[in-house]
């Protein structure tokens, strides 16, 4: 059974940093294309960044280009969200999920698999 599990939103200061994880457990992250979303009340689901399954390519919404890094870590089967330079429009419950049609990108659409969601709120 495949579970994707969200962890490390919490309530942080504008200009503040968080790195997200997410786990899997019953597959495998580094064979799947990995997605991170978000989803902010009363907004639709969009994507912020993924990474590929084999040529560790990336790519960033343009929101938030040069402030967000994902990452991955084979050994803790565990993909990272690293955030900086937060502002209160990045506030919303951050998904990730995971591709397994060998296809990557920004588009729900691609994934098959998804976490639960971890809040992440940016407020002074």
């Known amino acids: 059974q495949v579970q994707l599990v969200e962890s490390g939103g919490r309530l942080v200061q504008p200009g503040g940093s968080l790195r997200l994880s997410c786990t899997g457990s019953g597959i495998t992250l580094a064979d799947h294309a990995i997605g991170w979303f978000r989803q902010a009340p009363g907004k639709e689901r969009e994507g912020v960044s993924c990474?590929?399954?084999?040529?560790?390519?990336?790519e960033y919404a343009d929101s938030v280009k040069g402030r967000f890094t994902i990452s991955r870590d084979p050994a803790k089967n565990t993909v990272y969200l690293q955030m900086n330079s937060l502002e209160p429009g990045d506030t919303a419950v951050y998904y990730c999920?995971?591709?397994?049609?060998?296809?990557?990108?920004?588009?729900?659409?691609?994934?098959?698999?998804w976490g639960q969601g971890t809040q992440v709120t940016v407020s002074s």
């Open positions: 999920a995971a591709s397994f049609s060998g296809y990557y990108g920004l588009g729900l659409q691609i994934y098959d698999y």
């Open positions: 990474i590929s399954s084999n040529d560790g390519y990336t």
